[in-house]
Nanobody, 127 residues
Framework: QVRLSESGGGLVQPGESLRLSCAAS????????IGWYRQAPEKEREFVAT????????????KYADSVKGRFTMSRDNAQNTAFLQMNNLKPEDSGIYYC????????????????WGQGTQVTVSS
């Protein structure tokens, strides 16, 4: 199994930045795709970004939701088994609980195809 633990959330003002971390342990080679989802109060959980690693030496291929393109950047440190989400120019609508997830698929079709989830970290963007 794969265990995930998120960290790095907090309270920031609009325009500021945060970096979220997702530390993984277990059989990480069985989960080539790591994703980030977020959920605002009274809303459904929504896709944020994914990174897929084909081989141990590559830096990963990323995908982003249209709402975060140009502002968020996902990366993965394979040596430390950690994925990162750099969030710049944060907006109030970015607020929510951010979840890290892992999928055995290279191209998961939705959150139902992510088998492992962290417990979430709170991000609040407010003046």
């Amino acid at each position: 199994q794969v265990r995930l633990s998120e960290s790095g959330g907090g309270l920031v003002q609009p325009g500021e930045s945060l970096r979220l971390s997702c530390a993984a342990s277990g059989d990480i080679y069985a989960t080539p795709t790591i994703g980030w989802y977020r959920q605002a109060p009274e809303k459904e959980r929504e896709f944020v970004a994914t990174i897929t690693t084909i081989s141990r030496g590559d830096g990963g291929t990323t995908k982003y939701a249209d709402s975060v393109k140009g502002r968020f950047t996902m990366s993965r440190d394979n040596a430390q088994n950690t994925a990162f989400l750099q969030m710049n120019n944060l907006k109030p609508e970015d607020s929510g609980i951010y979840y890290c997830a892992a999928s055995p698929l290279r191209r998961p079709g939705g959150e139902g195809e992510f088998d492992y989830w962290g417990q979430g970290t709170q991000v609040t963007v407010s003046s």
